[in-house]
């Protein structure tokens, strides 16, 4: 994905957009990236320093395999969405997504539902996978709600802060989510 792609990925204005994300949004990336409430539900838990996060993105923003993408609601940037290791072969891809810290209540449903839309949409995934620390119990269950079933549990798989942690996967295929999204759009919109 070339910087200023601009990716519509749902017809209502109501829920928000996708876009590529830019050279422009790397501060504020690195800025929500680096939250406590972020950092604390991520693999890599310290802080990052914006020249690693412009390293990072230098070798990133290319890469055929991923997607990094900016979620916007009305007229403002307020989270972020990604896919990585893109597989066009296996119609294969893992996806992560976090908010910034003004995003109001709702937003990462809003933002699923749109990934899952661009996952099944133009990147024509059969498959889509995440990984969530066994902790993270709230996102466990958006993925479910979603239609995301659990495809393994790794025990002690990670180890942050001393500890070590359980790793969900979870996945969902295209023809789930083709079943499950008309009434997650219904109550999605009967929120807005």
Not at 120 to 125: D, H, K, Q, R, V
Not at 132 to 155: D, Q, R, Y
Not at 166 to 176: E, G, K, T
């Amino acid at each position: 994905m070339r910087e200023g792609d601009e990716i519509m990925v749902t017809n209502t204005g109501k829920i928000g957009a996708l876009r590529a994300m830019q050279d422009s949004d790397l501060e504020m990336v690195l800025a929500w990236r680096n939250q406590p409430e972020v950092r604390k539900n991520m693999y890599t838990q310290q802080l990052i320093t914006l020249e690693k996060h412009q390293n990072w993105w230098a070798s990133t923003k290319g890469n055929p395999s991923s997607q990094y993408l900016i979620f916007e609601a009305g007229g403002a940037a307020i989270g972020a969405v990604n896919f990585t290791e893109i597989s066009p072969a296996h119609k294969t891809a893992f996806w992560g997504f976090y908010t910034g810290p003004n995003a109001p209540r709702g937003t990462g449903s809003r933002m699923e539902l749109l990934a899952l839309d661009h996952a099944f949409g133009p990147l024509a995934l059969n498959k889509l996978c995440c990984e969530v620390l066994g902790f993270n119990s709230a996102v466990i269950a958006l993925h479910h709600k979603f239609g995301f079933s659990e495809e393994g549990l790794f025990k002690a798989q990670k180890k942050l802060n001393d500890r070590y942690e359980d790793v969900h996967r979870l996945a969902i295929f295209a023809q789930d989510w083709g079943e499950a999204r008309p009434k997650l759009l219904a109550k999605i919109l009967g929120r807005l």
